[in-house]
C-alpha cells in the first residue's frame, strides 16, 4: 500500500501531472509523436509500451488514487482485465470468479479461456463459502466484482483476501462502480485492481480507457504481456482521461448524494417493486458496504411493479437519458437483460437474479428534485399507455 501524503481532491488535480517546462501552461501538455530518440536515453518511449509522457504521468495518478506502486492505461477496460487474466492464468489453471460480475466479462471467460485450456468456475453466490467451494487446487486466480453490476451486491473484500492468502491465490478485483473515490481494495489486501475508466475516472461519457493498478511487480508482469497484445490508449484520450480525472472527488461524491435520495424516493414509490442501493440499510449488505467503503457511490438498480413495461417507462423519460454505459455527469438508464448482460442466455440472467423488468440507473449531478420529477412524469405515462392499450 503507497500512502498519499495529500488529500483526494490534491491528487486528482496534482499528481500525475506533466510540467509544461517551455511555457509554463497551467495543464499538462499533450505529446502525440509516435517515434521517440533511442540515443542515449534513459527511457527507449514507444506507445505500446505503455510509456510515452502521458501514459506514464497518468499512470502515475491512477496508482495514488489507488494507494498502489503502479498502473498501466489501457484501451477499454476490457483490454485492461483480459490482459490481466492471460497473464496470471495459462493451460491447466484455474478461475475462481463470482456469477455477479460485468457481462462482458464473463463472456470473455466462458468463450476465450477454453481455446486457452484455462478452467473456471462461476460461484453460485458471492459469501466466501461460496468461494471456498469453489476453490481447486489448481486455482491460481480469485476475481470479485463489488458493488456489481447491476445488483449492487457486496461482497466481502477482506474474508476474500483471507481465504486467498492462506491458499496462496492471487485476488484481483474490478473496482469500477465504486471507484477510488468510495473504495480503495489495495488497503483490504486485494492484489490488483481493475477499472473501466470510461466510467466514473473519465466522468463524462467521451473516453473508452481502461487502467490497472498493483504492486510494481505486479504490473512489470502484466506489461510483459500486455505489450504483445497492443492494448494501449491512444495519447489525445489519455491527456483527456487526466484531465477528467482533475473533478473526480466532485463528481463522485456528488452522484454518491444524488443516488442516496434518489433511492430513498424510490423505495418508497408505489410502483417500484424492488430497490438495490448498499446505501439503504433494507439493503442485506449495508452493514458490510459501510464497513469496506468510503460512499456508497452513484449506481443503483430498480424494478417496477408487474405490469409496468421497463422499456416503455424508459422511452418516457424526458431528461435522463436512455444508454449503453454509464458513470457520466448525467444521469441514464438501460436494461441489463438487453445491453450489458444481452450476451448471457436468459437461464444465466435468471440464475444471477437480472429480470426482464430491471432497470440500471447510473445517478448524475442534476438537481435531485427534477430527476424525481422527470421519473415521476414517465411512470404516470407508461401507466397511461398501457390502460389505453387495455
Same mark, same amino acid.
Given at each position: 500500500?503507497?500512502?498519499?501524503?495529500?488529500?483526494?481532491?490534491?491528487?486528482?488535480?496534482?499528481?500525475?501531472?506533466?510540467?509544461?517546462?517551455?511555457?509554463?501552461?497551467?495543464?499538462?501538455?499533450?505529446?502525440?509523436?509516435?517515434?521517440?530518440?533511442?540515443?542515449?536515453?534513459?527511457?527507449?518511449?514507444?506507445?505500446?509500451?505503455?510509456?510515452?509522457?502521458?501514459?506514464?504521468?497518468?499512470?502515475?495518478?491512477?496508482?495514488?488514487?489507488?494507494?498502489?506502486?503502479?498502473?498501466?492505461?489501457?484501451?477499454?477496460?476490457?483490454?485492461?482485465?483480459?490482459?490481466?487474466?492471460?497473464?496470471?492464468?495459462?493451460?491447466?489453471?484455474?478461475?475462481?470468479?463470482?456469477?455477479?460480475?460485468?457481462?462482458?466479462?464473463?463472456?470473455?471467460?466462458?468463450?476465450?479461456?477454453?481455446?486457452?485450456?484455462?478452467?473456471?468456475?462461476?460461484?453460485?453466490?458471492?459469501?466466501?463459502?461460496?468461494?471456498?467451494?469453489?476453490?481447486?487446487?489448481?486455482?491460481?486466480?480469485?476475481?470479485?466484482?463489488?458493488?456489481?453490476?447491476?445488483?449492487?451486491?457486496?461482497?466481502?473484500?477482506?474474508?476474500?483476501?483471507?481465504l486467498a492468502q492462506g491458499n496462496g491465490i492471487l485476488?484481483?478485483?474490478?473496482?469500477?462502480?465504486?471507484?477510488?473515490?468510495?473504495?480503495?481494495?489495495?488497503?483490504?489486501?486485494?492484489?490488483?485492481?481493475?477499472?473501466?475508466?470510461?466510467?466514473?475516472?473519465?466522468?463524462?461519457?467521451?473516453?473508452?480507457?481502461?487502467?490497472?493498478?498493483?504492486?510494481?511487480?505486479?504490473?512489470?508482469?502484466?506489461?510483459?504481456?500486455? /505489450?504483445? =497484445? &497492443? #492494448?494501449? +490508449? !491512444?495519447?489525445?484520450?489519455?491527456?483527456? *482521461?487526466?484531465?477528467?480525472?482533475?473533478?473526480?472527488? @466532485?463528481?463522485?461524491?456528488?452522484?454518491?448524494?444524488?443516488?442516496?435520495?434518489?433511492?430513498?424516493?424510490?423505495?418508497?414509490?408505489?410502483?417500484?417493486?424492488?430497490?438495490?442501493?448498499?446505501?439503504?440499510?433494507?439493503?442485506?449488505?449495508?452493514?458490510?458496504?459501510?464497513?469496506?467503503? /468510503?460512499? =456508497? &457511490? #452513484?449506481? +443503483? !438498480?430498480?424494478?417496477?411493479?408487474?405490469? *409496468?413495461?421497463?422499456?416503455?417507462?424508459?422511452?418516457? @423519460?424526458?431528461?435522463?437519458?436512455?444508454?449503453?454505459?454509464?458513470?457520466?455527469?448525467?444521469?441514464?438508464?438501460?436494461?441489463?437483460?438487453?445491453?450489458?448482460?444481452?450476451?448471457?442466455?436468459?437461464?444465466?440472467?435468471?440464475?444471477?437474479?437480472?429480470?426482464?423488468?430491471?432497470?440500471?440507473?447510473?445517478? &448524475?449531478?442534476?438537481?435531485?428534485?427534477?430527476?424525481?420529477?422527470?421519473?415521476?412524469?414517465?411512470?404516470?405515462?407508461?401507466?397511461?399507455?398501457?390502460?389505453?392499450?387495455?
Amino acid at each position: 500500500m503507497t500512502k498519499n501524503k495529500y488529500g483526494l481532491n490534491t491528487v486528482c488535480t496534482h499528481v500525475g501531472e506533466v510540467k509544461d517546462t517551455q511555457f509554463k501552461g497551467a495543464v499538462s501538455p499533450i505529446y502525440m509523436a509516435t517515434s521517440y530518440e533511442f540515443n542515449d536515453v534513459d527511457v527507449k518511449r514507444y506507445p505500446r509500451y505503455f510509456n510515452t509522457p502521458n501514459q506514464e504521468f497518468l499512470a502515475k495518478k491512477l496508482a495514488a488514487l489507488e494507494h498502489t506502486e503502479s498502473a498501466l492505461i489501457f484501451g477499454s477496460g476490457m483490454a485492461a482485465i483480459s490482459a490481466m487474466f492471460l497473464t496470471f492464468l495459462k493451460a491447466g489453471d484455474h478461475l475462481v470468479v463470482q456469477n455477479t460480475l460485468y457481462g462482458g466479462a464473463s463472456n470473455f471467460i466462458r468463450e476465450e479461456f477454453p481455446k486457452f485450456g484455462i478452467e473456471y468456475t462461476f460461484t453460485d453466490g458471492y459469501s466466501i463459502s461460496d468461494f471456498e467451494a469453489a476453490i481447486q487446487p489448481n486455482t491460481k486466480l480469485i476475481h470479485i466484482e463489488t458493488p456489481s453490476n447491476p445488483l449492487l451486491t457486496i461482497t466481502d473484500i477482506e474474508g476474500v483476501v483471507r481465504l486467498a492468502q492462506g491458499n496462496g491465490i492471487l485476488t484481483t478485483i474490478d473496482n469500477t462502480f465504486a471507484s477510488p473515490v468510495n473504495q480503495n481494495p489495495i488497503d483490504l489486501g486485494i492484489d490488483i485492481v481493475m477499472h473501466s475508466a470510461t466510467k466514473y475516472l473519465g466522468g463524462h461519457s467521451d473516453i473508452l480507457a481502461g487502467a490497472l493498478m498493483g504492486s510494481e511487480k505486479h504490473m512489470a508482469e502484466i506489461w510483459h504481456v500486455a /505489450k504483445n =497484445f &497492443g #492494448g494501449n +490508449l !491512444s495519447d489525445m484520450t489519455v491527456w483527456m *482521461l487526466e484531465r477528467s480525472i482533475k473533478t473526480l472527488g @466532485l463528481r463522485v461524491k456528488a452522484q454518491n448524494k444524488n443516488a442516496k435520495r434518489l433511492a430513498k424516493f424510490l423505495m418508497k414509490h408505489p410502483d417500484v417493486k424492488k430497490v438495490n442501493y448498499p446505501g439503504l440499510k433494507s439493503h442485506p449488505d449495508y452493514e458490510l458496504a459501510k464497513k469496506q467503503m /468510503k460512499g =456508497f &457511490g #452513484g449506481m +443503483l !438498480s430498480f424494478e417496477l411493479q408487474d405490469g *409496468l413495461d421497463a422499456k416503455l417507462f424508459q422511452k418516457e @423519460l424526458k431528461l435522463i437519458k436512455s444508454s449503453m454505459s454509464l458513470a457520466g455527469v448525467e444521469s441514464t438508464v438501460l436494461s441489463p437483460h438487453l445491453t450489458s448482460h444481452a450476451l448471457l442466455s436468459q437461464v444465466e440472467r435468471d440464475k444471477v437474479g437480472i429480470s426482464d423488468q430491471l432497470i440500471r440507473f447510473s445517478v &448524475g449531478i442534476e438537481s435531485k428534485k427534477d430527476l424525481i420529477t422527470d421519473i415521476e412524469q414517465a411512470i404516470q405515462k407508461t401507466k397511461e399507455r398501457i390502460q389505453v392499450q387495455l
